[in-house]
């Protein structure tokens, strides 16, 4: 079946690293925009990151923007989301999936998605 399968979460203290991976299973990403969200318990789900099929653009959230970085290595079917100076406010279930890109604004749709992650948590406490 299609999926998209979330790995590298944690714990980290503040200020710490993680890398996280999201690996597709059963299609290739190369013909898809990806984007990151993320969902921490008693909110709403946020996206964070997103970049274009073939990794030429990418865009971020005010609230990571120079932390976080999203990557793809489309040989290896993983999309990447490096995340420095980690704080506790990015304590939350992260999540991948498919997304739509708008061409004028040069950045994905991160209102709806597809193939879906079950998540990796994340949780960010000293």
């Known amino acids: 079946q299609l999926q998209l399968v979330e790995s590298g979460g944690g714990l980290v203290q503040p200020g710490g690293s993680l890398r996280l991976s999201c690996a597709a299973s059963g299609f290739t990403l190369d013909s898809y925009h990806i984007g990151w969200f993320r969902q921490a318990p008693g909110k709403e789900r946020e996206g964070v990151s997103c970049?274009?099929?073939?990794?030429?653009?990418?865009s971020h959230a005010d609230s990571v923007k120079g932390r976080f970085t999203i990557s793809r290595d489309n040989a290896k079917n993983t999309v990447y989301l490096q995340m420095n100076s980690l704080k506790a406010e990015d304590t939350a279930v992260y999540y991948c999936?498919?997304?739509?890109?708008?061409?004028?604004?040069?950045?994905?749709?991160?209102?709806?998605?597809?193939?879906w992650g079950q998540g990796t948590p994340v949780t960010v406490s000293s």
């Open positions: 999936a498919a997304v739509a890109y708008v061409a004028v604004q040069n950045t994905c749709d991160m209102t709806r998605g597809f193939y």
């Open positions: 970049i274009s099929s073939r990794g030429v653009r990418t």
